[in-house]
């Protein structure tokens, strides 16, 4: 019988001998080796994790919710969870409880794991939501999880799922505050890896640094998939340092970032970014958010290798690229590339009409990665696809006449901090409940190191004091810790045009040079 699961796919291109190193755990700090996991560790892990999910005899497409500091584990765990035939949903780890409250409440998992230090208020949140099982998992792997996963055999079939079966749940910020579950499928997933693998040349000879968290599809979907499908070895970071990732980058081929991570490699890490360093790199890969031209051309300079930039999202995983072969065109900063092999893109005005070439409009896109819809919102899935199928992206942007996409801008005032994506509305919620204030705008400005800046301009009611620092703190205990204002601003008024919708594009032009050098 076929089996469209995408862990049957991934360990089918285990290598031939197991016992060869799949993922170095590196020293955060120094980037000295901890420990070796072979193909057959993973192969042992996966199945232990299976194995246990299988024993509580949980409903079909039963969701496993995952809110853990990153390492090696926690990836078995994502990789045990598409075995077993469940639904994987990672959540950053910076949400705090309001956040998780939500996410527990919409996605109704039966499993939640969570790190130690967590569990005094996710047990709650979970026991109201009827949870079934509560586990946790710290960043060495240690934890209930890994106590329970320990007495179970390491033989496991492979669950049989179709390739529309729902393997993944990723929830997006969304821009009335409420948050929307992206519901991938094994076929989404899967036609996404493999197509990245052949576009990017990827094979068994590459060594992957891996620096990414893995809750978002950058760090769990694009970088571990291309190197698990590739029978790559992964240099594994539990965190972001320059100065450890330097010290491996001789004996790697693959790096992948975010833009934050190249404008701290390069403001950080000299003298040792050099060509030299470099000699052994083929591919530096960066996404999530737009890469200022400047960071482009001087990363280029230092070490001799253009950055491929590449375009994505939540909902449909990878959907454009620079090109790798230098045959198919040259990488150029500022555009995200071409539509990848099997995916549609295309540029509409506000009727739905077809843009002529360069002309500047909504970005939609169709193929086999795109997702099925938001996890119980039929609505909303009705005004994100077009009556011909293609999904609306919400970015704006343009195709040139090389077949060239450019990202102009966005809609529904996304701000994109870091790599992460954050709604005012969300915020603008939380400021608006807090006493003596009259309503807020929230707005992203340049960033040197974070691409924009999330602030806050805030109108007191009358007779009312508002302490700028005192909302910072407040919404620390509430929000991601990203998604809270840099910098808050108490005003009078908000400019307003004549239909008294507040004019953010004027507040971001006030506070554009707020954290100029």
């Known amino acids: ?59 079909e497409g039963s969701r496993v919710a995952v809110q853990t500091d990153k390492s090696v584990e926690a990836l078995m765990l994502y990789l045990g969870v598409l075995r077993a035939g469940y639904v994987y949903l990672p959540l950053n780890t910076a949400y705090q409880a309001a956040e998780i409250e939500y996410f527990i409440g919409n996605a109704e998992p039966a499993v939640v794991v969570c790190a130690p230090k967590a569990l005094p208020w996710v047990q709650p949140i979970a026991d109201a939501a009827k949870v079934s099982r509560v586990f946790t998992l710290d960043e060495q792997g240690q934890g209930t999880l890994s106590d329970a996963v320990a007495t179970q055999p390491s033989a496991h079939e492979i669950a049989v799922r179709k ?78 340092d320059p ?14 970032g975010v833009p934050t991570l190249y ?21 530096f890969v960066a996404g999530s958010a737009p890469l200022l031209i400047e960071t482009f051309n001087e ?23 620079n090109p790798y072969d230098a045959a198919q065109g040259e990488r150029r900063g500022g555009t995200v590339g071409f539509p990848l092999p099997g995916v549609g893109v295309r540029v509409s005005d506000d009727k739905g009409d077809a843009c002529a070439v360069d002309e500047i409009g909504g970005i939609e896109v169709r193929g086999p990665n795109v997702f099925g819809g938001y996890w119980r919102m039929p609505e909303k899935n009705k005004e994100e696809f077009t009556a011909d199928g293609w999904f609306k992206t919400g970015d704006v942007g343009k195709i040139d006449g090389r077949g060239y996409v450019t990202i102009v801008g966005r809609s529904k005032d996304l701000i994109i901090s870091g790599g992460y994506n954050v709604y005012p509305a969300e915020i603008e919620g939380y400021i608006n409940e807090m006493p003596g204030v009259a309503e807020s705008a929230v707005v992203g400005v340049p960033h040197p190191d974070f691409g924009e800046g999330v602030i806050a301009v805030v109108v007191a009611k009358p007779g009312a004091a508002v302490d700028a620092d005192a909302v910072v703190g407040a919404l620390k205990g509430k929000i991601a810790n990203f998604k809270v204002p840099k910098r808050v601003f108490v005003v009078t008024d908000l400019p307003r045009n004549a239909m008294g919708k507040v004019q953010k594009n004027l507040l971001r032009q006030a506070h554009a040079k707020l954290f100029a050098a």
Request: hydrophobic share 45%.
């Open 243 to 256: 100065t450890a990732v330097i010290a491996r980058l001789p004996e790697a081929t693959v790096f992948m």
């Open 163 to 240: 390739a529309d079966d729902l393997a993944a749940i990723l929830y997006t910020s969304g821009t009335t505050g409420r948050s929307k579950g992206a519901m991938l499928s094994h076929r989404n997933l899967l036609s996404n890896a493999q197509t990245l693998r052949g576009y990017w040349g990827w094979s068994s000879a590459d060594v992957l640094i891996h620096a990414l968290p893995i809750f978002h599809v950058h760090g769990l979907f694009v970088a571990s998939h291309c190197a698990l499908l590739s029978g790559a070895r992964m240099i594994w970071f539990a965190k972001f």
């Open 1 to 59: 019988m076929n089996n469209d699961n995408l862990f049957a796919a991934l360990r089918a291109a285990f290598p031939a001998n197991p016992d060869t190193t799949a993922i170095d755990a590196a020293d955060s700090a120094t980037g000295a080796s901890l420990r070796q996991y072979t193909w057959r560790d993973i192969d042992d892990a996966t199945a232990r994790i299976a194995n246990l999910l299988t024993s509580m005899q949980l409903p």
């Open 263 to 283: 404008v701290r490699l390069l403001a950080n890490a000299a003298p040792r970014l050099t060509r030299e360093t470099c000699a052994n790199m083929r591919l």
């Open 299 to 321: 990363f280029r300079e230092r070490t001799g290798h253009t950055i491929l930039e590449r375009y994505g999202m939540s909902e449909t995983c990878m959907l454009t690229s």
